[in-house]
């Protein structure tokens, strides 16, 4: 029924194309570098397992059969080429690279009976228009806030912009927002990117929300919760760049004189924190963890009260259903997409306001036993709705609605 393009590095498409697998849904799944069958022996080498590049790339192995996989290895040597370079314009042409290689595939799906054609915005390309005289469903997948507010976001401290700031965009995302016009419909993964389209000014096509789910690989990783410390343990994790409230996060520690507090960094610090990042992560109460692993990140979520995460923009951040499954009080902003609701999953707060982030934290440590009590409801809420099988299943429900067989 589909064929699903995943584009570049380990990304949620890969999930989609496993779930709909399971369903018997799937067709052919179309993906940049992937370990198969003869990579994963060279990976395995002795001398290669022990790299850290080798083993994300061997992370990105998804449960669907490999005679349905196609890498596109090529198009992302490319980009990773001009990510060595800094290459604005290589980028954009390793997507359209991406795009130029898909279509032989597409072919060759609609040939075999596919009718939807779930694609990732940026990696659509040229590939849109061989779909399309297939006469196959065009299903953009976007995963974050729409092309034209990104950039302006940032610029305005998370506040959702006016119409009429929107009109300009970089390169790159005047790309994405060509493969998202091209489209039959949208499926985004937070009402807030959908809420983002609306600001856009966006009204043609309609708009899905599915939310992601935690995979089961994730949720079989959770320790136990020990006893609360005398010390508040504060925990961000994700890239360490203004996008993601860095910013933020520097200015409301700065607040935080009155309670015993201590908070652990996890994840890649962006280019534009560089410099502040050095400073603030010598800290005595600051402790930088690196990147870690699943299993690190789930014992680093399971010893943190509160995870914090005053994103600007985002899609629907995973690590915040991650820590919600962990038993976290998640403090956050609207803008990263996710299901906390104010008071029951933890607290939201207004983008761009380090003194509420401090507000927020300082009263959750003024209340810890009720911290406690939302974090183990938190861990109940996302094992009861938010699995990557519910995720699945309202996937399979949309294919079906779109295909007209609902």
């Known amino acids: 029924m589909v064929i699903i393009s995943n584009g570049f590095s380990k990304f949620h498409l890969s999930v989609a194309a496993a779930e709909a697998d399971r369903r018997h849904l799937l067709t052919s799944f179309l993906t940049g570098a992937y370990p198969t069958r003869s990579l994963r022996k060279i990976l395995s080498l002795p001398y290669i397992r022990t790299n850290s590049k080798a083993n994300r790339l061997a992370a990105r192995m998804d449960d669907v059969p490999e005679e349905q996989v196609h890498p596109l290895f090529s198009a992302e040597v490319l980009h990773a080429l001009g990510a060595v370079f800094h290459s604005g314009a290589m980028d954009i042409e390793s997507l359209r690279f991406y795009g130029r290689l898909a279509c032989r595939h ?218 919600l499954a962990c038993g976290c009080y998640v403090i956050t902003t609207p803008n990263s997409g996710s299901i906390v609701e104010d008071g029951v999953h933890g607290a939201i707060i207004p983008p761009g306001e380090s003194a509420a982030l401090a507000e927020a934290v300082e009263n959750a440590y003024q209340h810890r036993d009720e911290v406690s009590e939302i974090g183990k409801n938190n861990t109940l809420c996302v094992r009861a709705k938010y699995r990557q099988c519910d995720y699945g299943d309202q996937l399979a429900g949309l294919y079906k609605v779109l295909s007209g067989e609902s």
């Open 106 to 323: 597409v072919e060759r799906a609609a040939a075999a009976g596919a009718r939807i054609y779930h694609y990732r915005a940026g990696f659509g390309g040229a590939s849109l228009e061989v779909a399309r005289k297939r006469g196959m469903f065009l299903l953009c997948d976007h995963s974050i806030a729409h092309p034209l507010t990104v950039e302006a976001l940032m610029n305005n401290a998370g506040r959702m912009p006016a119409r009429e700031e929107t009109l300009s965009a970089g390169k790159i995302w005047m790309h994405f927002f060509q493969d998202i016009e091209q489209a039959d419909a949208v499926l985004v993964n937070s009402h807030f990117v959908r809420d983002t389209f609306v600001a856009s000014g966006y009204d043609r096509l309609p708009i899905h929300v599915i939310y992601l789910g935690i995979d089961e690989a994730f949720l079989t990783r959770i320790p136990e919760r020990k006893a609360a410390s005398s010390e508040f343990s504060l925990l961000f994790a994700g890239t360490f760049d203004k996008r993601k409230g860095a910013e933020l996060l520097i200015g409301a520690v700065g607040r935080l004189d009155n309670i015993p507090w201590r908070l652990e960094i996890a994840g890649p610090v962006g280019r534009d924190m560089a410099g502040r990042a050095q400073q603030f992560f010598s800290h005595p109460r600051v402790k930088y963890l690196g990147n870690l692993s699943r299993l690190e990140l789930a014992r680093a979520m399971s010893r943190a009260d509160v995870f914090v995460f005053p994103s600007l923009a985002e899609g629907s951040a995973r690590v915040v259903f991650e820590a």
